[in-house]
């Protein structure tokens, strides 16, 4: 059953879902950059050299989502009319995270004159600083950490569904 239906999501909206819901967990161990000035053992050995290229896998990850679930628009599982806005609006302004996280990190990284490596193979050479695409990818941090925020609160809110509620909203993404 790879397509959606009005009761669970498909084979692929699953296998998307999830692969991007470890690919994006595995990014979040960027925090621990925040400890000991980026020089924490797990930035370093678990995330830095895998960092860049996980984005853009990402980024491609993002966007097959997005053309997915807008051809699956009239399969999707159907939403509790109460709460149905707020649920688009969430899921919308995470989508919207999803894909700018990984643009102003390009933008950052070409931006400050580095070349662009997708697992060791570079795609683009080192050049020259263009300011304008620092001052865009210095929101990468701040469109982070709503996005961490985001991801939270979709994670409590699955578990409520789940646990207090005990209703089938998670059960349609297992």
Do not use: C
């Not at 991007?20 to 595995?26: E, F, N, R, S």
């Not at 980026?38 to 860049?52: D, F, M, Q, S």
């Not at 941090?141 to 609160?153: G, H, K, T």
């Amino acid at each position: 059953m790879p397509a959606d239906s009005k009761t669970r999501y498909g084979t692929i909206s699953r296998v998307l879902h999830w692969l991007m819901a470890v690919l994006i967990g595995w990014q979040m161990f960027k925090f621990f950059d925040l400890i000991d000035d980026g020089e924490h053992w797990v930035g370093k050995t678990l995330v830095a050299p895998w960092h860049v290229s996980i984005g853009m896998v990402l980024l491609v990850l993002v966007v097959l989502r997005v053309v997915w679930a807008a051809t699956q628009r009239r399969n999707r599982p159907v939403q509790d009319p109460a709460t149905a806005t707020l649920v688009k609006l969430g899921h919308g302004l995470m989508y919207l995270a999803m894909l700018l996280v990984p643009i102003t990190g390009m933008l950052a990284v070409k931006g400050g004159g580095h070349p662009v490596v997708l697992f060791g193979v570079q795609l683009a050479p080192k050049g020259e600083e263009v300011a304008w695409m620092q001052t865009v990818g210095a929101l990468h941090a701040p469109i982070v950490l709503a996005l961490a925020l985001m991801v939270l609160a979709h994670v409590v809110i699955a578990l409520e569904h789940r646990f207090l509620k005990k209703d089938d909203v998670m059960q349609r993404m297992l």
